[in-house]
């Protein structure tokens, strides 16, 4: 019988050192501030890791830049609103040519820079191709399916597709579709240097520390937007200093996790608001290697996990993870939640079933240093339960992705995003950075008819489950929990909301409604 006291204790180490709570939880869907909206006010928000370059092209990690402040100083070609369906931006309408190998965007008419250069055809050109050209960590991977992009009208570009896809406008909603100056490509250094047809500019960056950014003009095309004078992003790394820095007000807005923030909830002063996220932790398993070859042994370390045990514990108020995409988003089947229960002895018939009576060694897992502690040693027991061994080695973020990606390990514990939809992501997430493995014939075949813009809408719903369910069935990884991450604030902050775009896909980290109150 599986050993509660273990997730008790791992619950007992995600809390370690943090402040006491007092009073009691003001949560909710929507913090709208105490008083009137401050115009001259300063947001000062916290984040566990900061940006090393300003460069959206070159970012090594799609959600750290966009939250560390380059949505607020650049302008996207699309956005991913709440219900993560995708919307124009910059683009003002788009539509497909009839062999949906045309995509056409038609673009605002009223966004310029602060020289007063227009953002038009031709900037969005030199911007996409450096973004498909340019030898990046993450986005030219993004915008493979791209492989030409020309001027067909003064605010009209015409992108030639690669294949019939739906999937470009939710890449052009993230870094690829940043809009820099050309001037700035063309004579700049965008690493350290910013010209963006937002609202802010940088007024001091520490790469990997900090990030502040001032609002510098008043004719900026959102008139909704922009109600904050300054906004600092600040990196803080370390769990006990993030929440003193909440709970001394050194910080107004901070995303926690849901074992840590019990220690701020309920403080006089500050809001929490539950934002159910497309971000979820999973152990990535390398199907390149035996026994994880075998998809009896993939299918029994799914039915090993207790996972309702373990978000009990470490993840309160988040919702337990069978599949790759969450409820209300396409490709979501709800009768795949039922596919793997916690069930040890079915586990250990599968394996003697796969030629491993006496159950078998994964070796190394790597488990990443920003999980939420607890949940490897969890995790471990459980396997242990099952005749399932393993090796944990914690890296950091960063590199224990890497070292998974390039087959050094077994297994990996890491944070598994939806990305700013399921078939868009797809490509990140069983692609070679996070899938040594590489993917099947059937797999392509199916994500190609999930994204296929000459079918119906309900079509490539239909492909998208069908997809969803192969990698259930054929049990590439071990999904665990989709985080509802408690975002904290101060009660000045008003407009942040769970209907703020990305919030159920990428997250809520779009800053630019927010005010702060006098």
Same mark, same amino acid.
Do not use: C
């Given at each position: 019988m599986f050993r509660r006291h273990t997730l008790r204790a791992a619950a007992a180490i995600a809390a370690v050192g943090l402040l006491a709570a007092c009073g009691t939880?003001?949560?909710?869907?929507?913090?709208?501030?105490?008083?009137?909206?401050?115009?001259?006010?300063?947001?000062?928000?916290?984040?566990?890791?900061?940006?090393?370059?300003?460069?959206?092209?070159?970012?090594?990690?799609?959600?750290a830049s966009f939250r560390f402040g380059l949505n607020e100083i650049y302008d996207r070609l699309f956005t991913v609103k709440a219900d993560g369906t995708v919307d124009g931006m910059l683009v003002q309408d788009y539509s497909y040519s009839p062999d949906g190998l045309g995509l056409i965007l038609n673009l605002r008419e009223d966004v310029t820079f602060r020289d007063g250069t227009p953002l038009d055809a031709e900037v969005v050109k030199v911007n996409l191709d450096r973004a498909r050209t340019?030898?990046?960590?993450?986005?030219?991977?993004?915008?493979?399916?791209?492989?030409?992009?020309?001027?067909?009208?003064?605010?009209?570009?015409?992108?030639?597709?690669?294949?019939?896809?739906?999937?470009?406008?939710?890449?052009?909603?993230?870094?690829?579709?940043?809009?820099?100056?050309?001037?700035?490509?063309?004579n700049g250094n965008p690493a350290t240097e910013t010209n963006g047809s937002g609202a802010y500019s940088v007024e001091s960056f520490a790469p990997g520390e900090e990030l502040t950014i001032v609002r510098d003009r008043s004719d900026y095309w959102d008139a909704d937007a922009a109600k904050l004078a300054k906004i600092e992003y600040k990196a803080i790394s370390d769990t006990q200093a993030f929440t003193n820095a909440m709970a001394a007000g050194q910080i107004e807005l901070g995303q926690f996790l849901p074992g840590t923030v019990n220690a701020v909830e309920g403080r006089k002063g500050l809001t929490t608001v539950d934002v159910p996220t497309g971000t979820g932790v999973e152990l990535f398993l390398n199907r390149n290697i035996a026994p994880l070859d075998d998809v009896k042994v993939r299918q029994a370390i799914n039915y090993a996990y207790n996972r309702d045990e373990i978000i009990e514990a470490l993840y309160l108020g988040s +919702?337990?993870?069978?599949?790759? *995409?969450?409820?209300? =988003?396409?490709? #979501?089947?709800? %009768?795949?939640?039922?596919?793997?229960?916690?069930?040890?002895?079915?586990?250990?018939q599968l394996l003697a079933e796969a030629g491993h009576p006496n159950g078998i060694d994964l070796g190394e897992v790597i488990i990443t240093n920003v999980i939420t502690p607890g949940v490897g040693d969890a995790m471990q027991e459980q396997f242990a339960q099952a005749g399932i061994k393993i090796t944990p080695i914690v890296k950091d973020g960063l590199e224990g992705p890497t070292s998974f990606g390039r087959g050094e390990a077994s297994a990996l514990l890491h944070y598994s995003p939806l990305g700013t939809s399921f078939t868009s992501g797809s490509s990140y997430r069983w692609g070679p950075r996070l899938n040594p493995a590489g993917v099947t014939p059937e797999y392509t075949q199916m994500l190609a008819a999930a994204n296929d813009s000459?079918?119906? +809408?309900?079509?490539?719903?239909? *492909?998208?489950?069908? =997809?969803?369910? #192969?990698?259930? %069935?054929?049990?590439?990884?071990?999904?665990?929990?989709?985080?509802?991450?408690?975002?904290?604030?101060?009660?000045?902050?008003?407009?942040?909301?769970?209907?703020?775009?990305?919030?159920?896909?990428?997250?809520?980290?779009?800053?630019?409604?927010?005010?702060?109150?006098?």
């Open positions: 939880s003001d949560s909710g869907s929507t913090a709208s501030g105490s008083g009137a909206p401050d115009v001259e006010g300063t947001l000062s928000t916290g984040w566990t890791t900061g940006i090393t370059s300003l460069d959206p092209h070159m970012a090594t990690s799609e959600i340019v030898d990046s960590p993450s986005v030219k991977s993004r915008m493979a399916p791209v492989v030409d992009v020309a001027v067909t009208g003064p605010y009209q570009v015409t992108l030639t597709l690669a294949e019939p896809t739906v999937v470009v406008p939710y890449v052009l909603a993230e870094m690829a579709g940043f809009v820099m100056h050309p001037d700035l490509i063309a +919702e337990v993870r069978h599949q790759y *995409s969450r409820p209300g =988003l396409p490709g #979501y089947d709800a %009768e795949l939640d039922e596919t793997y229960t916690y069930d040890p002895a079915k586990a250990k000459r079918r119906s +809408e309900g079509e490539r719903e239909a *492909s998208a489950a069908e =997809l969803n369910r #192969y990698l259930v %069935e054929q049990a590439w990884g071990a999904p665990l929990v989709w985080i509802t991450y408690p975002w904290v604030m101060s009660d000045k902050v008003g407009n942040f909301s769970t209907d703020m775009d990305y919030s159920t896909t990428l997250g809520p980290f779009d800053f630019r409604y927010l005010t702060v109150s006098e």
